[in-house]
């Protein structure tokens, strides 16, 4: 599974009577070069999305390194993204992995998925690391990243932990993911009907926590 670059709206700033797309994009750049952290971000959206500008990742590149110097994780995240694809920066695994590092280490679920994949799949310098790979996994996913569920709960199967891959299955199941459905059911078929229901009485009462 690749990360990809979220799709955020742009939402006008309340400071014009008409905003028009000019109007909007002067008033960012302007709170932007002030050192406002999320006008800085906005400015790398808008450049990333082709949002109001010419589409031009060398400049979202700029606008989020900002914003990241400035703390902020989302920013962070997305640099991870340019430097994994090779957008408007030469790409590099080990770059994407610091950034990613970095926004994850503010809790957010998606750079910490992407560390799980990262140490899974042993890339951007990182040695081949299931266990790092379930502990990244096990917060985004605890925060209610599906794709972080998903591979948890696969992990928890082929280490033959049956009633952890059955609840993390479980719950991406319910949210209509055909192929953990069918995961769940073939571990479940390991697993004592009273086992079973006891996990699903869990899934019930489950509830992401905040990021």
């Not at 590149?61 to 900002?66: D, E, H, N």
């Not at 042993?122 to 299931?130: A, H, S, T």
Request: aromatic share 10%; glycine share 10%; charged share 20%.
């Amino acid at each position: 599974m690749k990360p990809s670059l979220p799709a955020l709206a742009l939402a006008c700033l309340m400071l014009l009577p008409a905003c028009t797309a000019s109007s909007r994009v002067d008033a960012i750049r302007g709170k932007a070069e002030q050192g406002d952290v999320h006008a800085q971000a906005l400015m790398g959206e808008m450049y990333a999305n082709g949002s109001d500008v010419k589409r031009d990742y060398g400049q979202a590149a700029s606008w989020w390194s900002k914003a990241a110097a400035g703390g902020s994780a989302q920013a962070e995240y997305n640099l991870g993204v340019l430097y994994e694809r090779g957008q408007g920066v030469q790409r590099s695994d080990a770059a994407a992995v610091r950034w990613y590092a970095r926004a994850a280490d503010q809790g957010l679920a998606a750079a910490e998925y992407n560390m799980g994949v990262f140490y899974e799949m042993g890339r951007g310098g990182e040695p081949r690391d299931l266990r790092q790979a379930t502990v990244w996994y096990l917060k985004a996913a605890e925060k209610g990243y599906p794709d972080a569920q998903f591979n948890l709960g696969a992990i928890y199967a082929r280490n033959q932990q049956p009633a952890d891959a059955y609840f993390w299955l479980s719950i991406v199941a319910r949210a209509g993911d055909r192929q953990a459905e069918v995961m769940r059911q073939d571990v479940g078929s390991h697993l004592p009907p009273a086992q079973t229901a006891e996990i699903m009485r869990k899934v019930d009462n489950w509830r992401p926590v905040a990021g």
